[in-house]
T-cell receptor
């Protein structure tokens, strides 16, 4: 069965600092991996996805993620945090375009 | 291009009542998914349709829950005899047959059962 573990339910960074949100997955076959962002009382917006093309995936709003098979990781990074990045971030895994299995989420706080 | 829409955005009901939510996917998206999200958790899969066929249902979808997509366009999710444990955000998503792995989410319906 597929599963996703997000390390750290809350992450706090200063504006302009590096953002690193951690995600580890388990999957018996090569997975599709995703990062979504959710603002309060809203649905989920796709940030980026990995589908076995390039291991470094660039997404919207300056975010990127690197797929590391040896570490079963798909961590999300952004070089410089902005106040507008404050939100909840979800890592998810799927196979063959079916259901998404989400992690528990990481709330990102950006301090001024 | 309009996104996925859901109606209502908020629903407050009393325990034991029936509720129905509607989801309109992005035009030409043939797959439609329902998820449930409780406070502090990630969304959990409930069910999905390809066109009008319901292809998979989660064990979370008890017999009080029923979902339909009669004409392969919009979908409804009905909860009968609501319980306080049904209080959650119900999210709908859709995907296109040429890119089925990318799901686009609607704003969700927040259900509160009193």
């Amino acid at each position: 069965a597929q599963s996703v573990t997000q390390l750290g339910s809350h992450v706090s960074v200063s504006e302009g600092a590096l953002v690193l949100l951690r995600c580890n997955y388990s999957s018996s076959v090569p997975p599709f991996l995703f990062w979504y962002v959710q603002y309060p009382n809203q649905g989920l917006q796709l940030l980026l996805k990995y589908t076995s093309a390039a291991t470094l995936v660039k997404g919207i709003n300056g975010f990127e993620a690197e797929f590391k098979k040896s570490e079963t990781s798909f961590h999300l990074t952004k070089p410089s945090a902005h106040m507008s990045d404050a939100a909840e971030y979800f890592c998810a895994v799927s196979q063959y375009g079916n259901k998404l299995v989400f992690g528990a989420g990481t709330i990102l706080r950006v301090k001024s | 291009d309009t996104g996925v829409s859901q109606d209502p955005r908020h629903k407050i009901t009393k325990r034991g009542q029936n509720v129905t939510f509607r989801c309109d996917p992005i035009s030409e998206h043939n797959r439609l998914y329902w998820y449930r999200q409780t406070l502090g958790q990630g969304p959990e899969f409930l069910t999905y349709f390809q066109n009008e066929a319901q292809l998979e249902k989660s064990r979370l979808l008890s017999d009080r829950f029923s979902a339909e997509r009669p004409k392969g366009s919009f979908s409804t999710l009905e909860i009968q005899r609501t319980e306080q444990g049904d209080s959650a955000m119900y999210l709908c998503a859709s995907s296109f047959y040429r890119d089925t792995d990318t799901q686009y989410f609607g704003p969700g319906t927040r259900l509160t059962v009193l």
